[in-house]
């Protein structure tokens, strides 16, 4: 990839563009594949490389000189911490965003105590709704034990914590459709005392 990044040529106004990066994998040629076509992307796809906040937020921001509804329409990502201040930057930059898969390494913040991590995490989604965000789909995956290319979905109750957050959302995975979740009772965490 860094080879092909001296020709101006390549990778321009795609409409659709998936990479999938190693973990070493020079992150600043990325953005400059991705900021060739920032005038015309509306469905991005970055796996096998675990962003970090600032660098989604990089990569978002490629993108924030188009009016909001002509910008990514699906995303992809691999993250480190699937956080809700991602959701947070997500839904205000990319309001028209209608399909999110995201692969996370592991739940919550960097900064928080590991085995907070999810309960916290739960926490803070339950004081949030993104009432403008128009998402309709959203998958989520974690890390399976220590290997980290084996991924598994989260279990159902989150996503119902998700789609709780996010009231367009009507579809989990690209498949099940969401119609009675805003009649279930969704997993409700103890957040009383948490920290972080």
């Known amino acids: 990839m860094s080879a092909n990044v001296q020709d101006e040529t390549l990778l321009r106004n795609l409409h659709s ?10 992150f600043p040629t990325l953005i400059k594949f991705v900021d060739r076509s920032a005038e015309t992307l509306t469905k991005l796809s970055i796996r096998n490389r675990f962003c970090s906040y600032e660098e989604v937020t990089e990569i978002i921001r490629t993108f924030k000189h188009r009016p ?8 992809t990502l691999s993250v480190k911490f699937f956080e809700p201040r991602l959701l947070d930057l997500l839904s205000e930059e990319l309001p028209h965003l209608h399909e999110l898969n995201v692969n996370a390494f592991n739940w919550g913040e960097e900064h928080w105590e590991a085995h907070e991590r999810e309960s916290s995490f739960r926490c803070r989604m339950e004081e ?6 128009n998402l309709y789909d ?13 991924m598994k979905k989260v279990e159902y109750d989150d ?31 103890d957040c009383e005392g948490m920290s972080g």
């Open 128 to 133: 949030r709704v993104y009432r403008d965000w």
């Open 17 to 26: 563009l998936e990479v999938a990066l190693g973990p070493l994998a020079d």
């Open 138 to 150: 959203i998958g989520v995956w974690l890390r399976l034990g220590y290997d980290e290319m084996i």
């Open 159 to 189: 996503m119902l914590l998700l789609a709780g957050s996010i009231p367009s959302v009507q579809k989990f995975w690209g498949r099940y459709i969401v119609t009675t979740s805003r009649d279930l009772e969704p997993y409700s965490p």
């Open 68 to 75: 909001p509804d002509s910008r990514l329409h699906s995303l």
